[in-house]
């Protein structure tokens, strides 16, 4: 068993923080009815205001590939990306999950790879 996730670090100038989380959450609204598609989180760090990181779960890497595939996904992160003066997208895999004091090692696939949105 393997968790994969979708992130995005966003560098967001003061008088945009407002557009860019108002662009961010249309975004996650979308993202979270695509197939394969789990839960989103936007966070603020609290060192530094402007920077902003997104976080989605996904069921697996074929959903995160198909979503952005779609037609629609260059143009709607492109709102998103808009309102930031720098984005670093990526994707991650979970090694090692502890609930409640119990460690559960993940095994993610050893073929699995970065999935890049088409250009």
């Known amino acids: 068993m393997h968790e994969i996730f979708t992130h995005g670090r966003f560098e967001v100038a003061p ?31 609290l060192r530094n205001a402007g920077r902003f990181f997104s976080t989605g779960e996904w069921d697996d890497a074929e959903g995160i590939r198909a979503w952005k595939s779609s037609d629609e ?31 559960e090692v993940l095994s ?3 073929d699995l790879e970065p999935v890049h949105a088409p250009t």
């Open 15 to 45: 008088e945009n923080e407002v557009a860019f989380i108002d662009a961010w959450s249309e975004f996650a609204t979308w993202v979270s009815q695509r197939p394969g598609a789990r839960s989103f989180r936007l966070v603020r760090d």
């Open 73 to 103: 996904f260059k143009e709607r992160l492109g709102r998103v990306v808009k309102q930031s003066t720098d984005f670093e997208p990526t994707e991650l895999v979970a090694l090692v999950k502890v609930t409640g004091g119990a460690v």
């Open 108 to 110: 993610p696939p050893d």
